[in-house]
């Protein structure tokens, strides 16, 4: 009888199959295998407790033992304080000197640049809660009052009296040039408030707001050392900026259309402290009960008031309705 090749055993001499002792030693050394690396396995770690982490946590703040706080000694942290204090000192000085070096070549008088600032823009009296939407009923003074307390109050400083204690007499027509020293005090010229006569508000006290004509005060925006017109006159022309220009029934100009040129040039707030900025008042006839978009404009050489993108530069736009 033939064995099979594969069988793994043998037959004895009477004809008896025995299997092979190597395979059966293999499965042994497996089964001790297995049992090793069972017996070989870390026996699992207990978890922490919440009174472990905070008997850790204790420690980590103050360790007795070792005199440590946060894991640092005392020198230590020492060390640490001494080096960013030492840090943060040399940043304060250094940009401390790098200011002061920006500071000696500023003047506290003039500006360093300003020409960005040229030509100027315009502004209108009265200015109520930053609008430019003027609108008055002739028989409610509510509606026209808060106009008239705001033109009262701005005016204060051009009373007669205040500027003839205060300001100079000048000579129109010229610039009032003060080449006196960047630090020296500068004489102010005198812009009385009579010599808006109907818009001053000595006669109307009303500012013509109650009879339906009111006034409007316009004025160049101060630049340190401009002189606007570069010696020609400066003049104003108001229109309607939309619709028929016969909405606009009159417009009178006190005390004339044109800035005079001894008001100019202006030194600063700090040497030129009496400096009152000249004045011209409109007064405005409307037709009643629409509302009017108006444009008033400076005219003269170097003078700007064609920017889309700025009604302020060499104009203001503002609207004005009468209602009776």
């Known amino acids: 009888m033939e064995m099979n090749a594969t069988s793994g055993g043998s037959e004895d001499h009477h004809g008896n199959y ?30 922490k407790t919440w009174g472990d982490m905070m008997k850790e946590l204790k420690v980590f703040l103050w360790n007795p033992e070792t005199r440590e706080c946060l894991g640092r000694t005392a020198h230590s942290w020492g060390r640490i304080f001494l080096f960013y204090l030492v840090f943060y000192l040399f940043l304060a000085g250094m940009f401390a000197a790098c200011l002061y070096g920006l500071v000696l070549t500023l003047s506290p008088y003039t500006p360093k640049y ?6 100027p823009g315009v502004m209108i009296r009265p200015h109520v809660k930053h609008g430019f939407s003027i609108s008055l009923n002739m028989s409610d ?9 705001n ?13 003839e204690s205060k300001n100079t007499v000048c000579t129109p027509g010229n610039y ?24 001053s508000g000595l006669e109307d006290e ?26 020609t006159p400066v003049t104003v022309e108001c229109k309607a900026q939309k619709g028929n220009e016969s909405d606009i029934q009159a417009v009178d100009f006190y005390p004339n259309t044109t800035f005079d ?10 040497t030129h402290v009496n400096y009152t900025s000249p004045l011209v ?28 993108n700025d009604r302020f530069l060499g104009r203001i736009i503002f609207s004005l309705s009468v209602t009776e």
């Open 18 to 47: 025995k299997p092979r002792l190597e395979n059966r030693d293999e499965e042994r050394a497996q089964q001790h295998t297995g049992e090793d690396k069972e017996e070989r396995k870390p026996p699992a770690m207990a978890k």
């Open 114 to 119: 300003r020409d960005r600032v040229s030509p």
């Open 141 to 149: 003074p509510k509606s026209w009052q808060p106009y008239v307390e």
């Open 151 to 163: 033109l009262q109050q701005f005016l204060e400083a051009y009373n007669d009296s205040v500027q």
């Open 176 to 199: 009032f040039i003060q080449d006196t020293g960047e630090s020296t005090m500068k004489h102010a010229c005198q812009f009385k408030r009579s010599l808006l006569k109907n818009c």
């Open 206 to 231: 009303t500012f013509g707001y109650s009879l339906g004509h009111p006034c409007i005060l316009l004025k160049i925006n101060r630049i340190i050392g401009y002189r606007p017109g570069y010696g």
């Open 261 to 270: 040129p001894m008001y100019f040039p202006y030194y600063g707030k700090s």
């Open 281 to 308: 008042a409109i007064q405005f006839t409307v037709i009643k009960n629409q509302l009017i978009p108006i444009q008033c404009q400076l005219n003269g050489v170097g003078i700007i008031n064609d920017k889309h």
